[in-house]
């Protein structure tokens, strides 16, 4: 009996050990199989849906930035907005960024990009599409990029279909970090930075992110085709020359003479910032400590014998436990207060400039009634040019309270002091005029700040929702039948009008 039991034992003992052998073994060849980078076809390469089968947990995080899909429309949860923006395009549409998932539809659906009828027609140039697509660099690398950034946002209305993807940060053949778009490598060059090529891997895990989270333009320049056609192309660039700041930047365009648009209430020669995100990051503790983009927003994540990064891409308050536990010591409940405290501070500053900002453009439009004169005025637009550009670099990145919030509050701090010089200089003006104790009428609510700005929403909604039912059903017809389409990543964007419908 006891010899049969050790048998027994030993037997039970070596198949166990087969068993984890196995196990061991199936791990490592999936290991290997993941590391050996296999290639993506070229051709449909921008499809993210192809890359799938090779990184499969990569996909499926991805595919997770779907969950991000509340439409929060913050004209209506800062109406002071629309006045800021009297006469520019987010005075008409602004919603609060969404996942990746939806970057492309959300670029059609809003009313910023107006309603065209063809591929010439429509108030936004292409180079609308760039941080939305990888079939942007695709078509850039096909057409030449001059080409691409000439004409309207329609002409490449029925190519450029798919959203953000795996082929906007990677190498369809290695699999490692990459940027296809010529203008960062310029920015960084401008600035005396490393070109992509040239930076750490650490950095490149910013830069990738860096092709969209910036602040640019659109720099006219004039060229030639190959048929000797004279055009005029809109490229995206990045005011760099002067280093990485809100000032640095604001020098840029005051040099060359750039105004994104004239303010349709107070005539003020306004710069529109875009998303500065990665410039006020580079400012903050987290930036100067080498930490980058991705620790925070995409954390490693194990499985098995499987380290992966997680492309959810979402709030890192979301997974404090693999985006901040491993660097700090403090409890998560701690680290959260500390965040909504830093998020409290930045509102009360980014409300009172908001407001005195909105204040000093309806009273300069009250001492234009009054016969102020331009040359009057001019002392009173520069201080709002500047407070209106300053405010808005220090939140059009969303999420700068955090990334930089010292810097934040300086930029909010000086946009709320030179608002308020505007406004004192207003009071002497109007008075010379004979108006005393004028009061800007009320912006409280989004309708009454759209009525100031002039704002005919029912018509834009009306023409932007026959464009949906028109010529955007086109464009992706003629996407799947020329093989552009990746429809396994079409299934829950909204293509419809609910858009306009559901906000909160």
Not at 138 to 150: S, V
Not at 300 to 326: A, F, I, W
Not at 328 to 356: C, S, Y
Not at 386 to 407: K, L, R
Request: hydrophobic share 35%; aromatic share 8%; charged share 25%.
């Amino acid at each position: 009996m006891k010899y049969k039991l050790l048998l027994i034992g030993s037997v039970v003992a070596i198949g166990t050990m087969a068993l984890l052998a196995q196990n061991i073994n199936e791990r490592e060849a999936e290991r290997v199989a993941l590391a050996s980078s296999p290639e993506i076809a070229q051709d449909v390469k921008h499809k993210s849906s192809e890359w799938a089968r090779y990184y499969p947990r990569q996909y499926s995080s991805w595919k997770k930035t779907k969950e991000s899909s509340e439409i929060i429309d913050m004209l209506d949860e800062k109406p002071q907005l629309s006045v800021l923006w009297a006469g520019y395009g987010f005075a008409k549409d602004y919603n609060a960024p969404r996942g990746h998932y939806y970057a492309l539809q959300d670029n059609v659906n809003t009313l910023r990009t107006g309603a065209p009828t063809d591929a010439k027609t429509g108030p936004m140039p292409t180079a609308c599409w760039t941080c939305k697509s990888p079939d942007v660099p695709r078509i850039q690398e096909r057409d030449g990029e001059l080409e691409y950034f000439t004409g309207k946002w329609a002409k490449y209305g029925h190519e450029i279909v798919n959203s953000i993807g795996c082929a906007s940060c990677h190498d369809n053949k290695t699999a490692a970090l990459q940027v296809r778009v010529p203008h960062l490598d310029r920015g960084l060059k401008a600035a005396g930075l490393p070109t992509f090529a040239e930076s750490t891997h650490q950095e490149k895990r910013n830069l990738v992110c860096a092709q969209c989270h910036v602040e640019y333009y659109f720099k006219k320049e004039k060229w030639t085709d190959k048929d000797g056609n004279e055009k005029v192309a809109k490229v995206v660039t990045l005011p760099w020359a002067n280093g990485l700041t809100a000032e640095g930047a604001e020098k840029y365009y005051n040099d060359v003479g750039h105004t994104d648009f004239v303010h349709k209430i107070s005539g003020t020669p306004i710069l529109k910032t875009q998303h500065p995100g990665y410039e006020l990051f580079k400012t903050g503790i987290h930036g100067q400590k080498g930490v980058s983009c991705a620790d925070c927003h995409m954390p490693y994540t194990q499985e098995g014998s499987v380290k992966y990064s997680d492309h959810q891409l979402q709030n890192p308050l979301n997974t404090m436990d693999r985006s901040c536990m491993p660097c700090h010591r403090q409890d998560e409940k701690t680290l959260e207060e500390i965040v909504h405290r830093k998020f409290e501070r930045k509102e009360q500053l980014h409300e009172l400039a908001m407001d005195n900002l909105a204040k000093a453009h309806l009273e300069t439009a009250k001492a234009m009634e009054a016969g102020a004169t331009d040359e009057e005025l001019k002392p009173v637009r520069d201080e709002i040019r500047s407070g209106q550009w300053n405010w808005d670099y220090a939140v059009a990145s969303h999420p700068a309270f955090f990334h930089a919030p010292e810097e934040t509050l300086r930029l909010l701090a000086i946009a709320n002091d030179k608002a308020q010089k505007a406004r004192i200089l207003l009071v002497g003006i109007l008075a010379t005029h004979g108006v005393m104790n004028f009061a800007a009428p009320d912006f409280s609510t989004k309708e009454n700040a759209q009525k100031l700005a002039g704002v005919p929403l029912e018509k834009l909604v009306a023409a932007k929702q026959q464009f949906k039912a028109t010529l955007e059903k086109e464009w992706y017809k003629i996407a799947e039948q020329n093989g552009d389409l990746d429809k396994e990543n079409r299934k829950d964007v909204d293509l419809e009008s609910s858009y306009f419908n559901n906000r909160k």
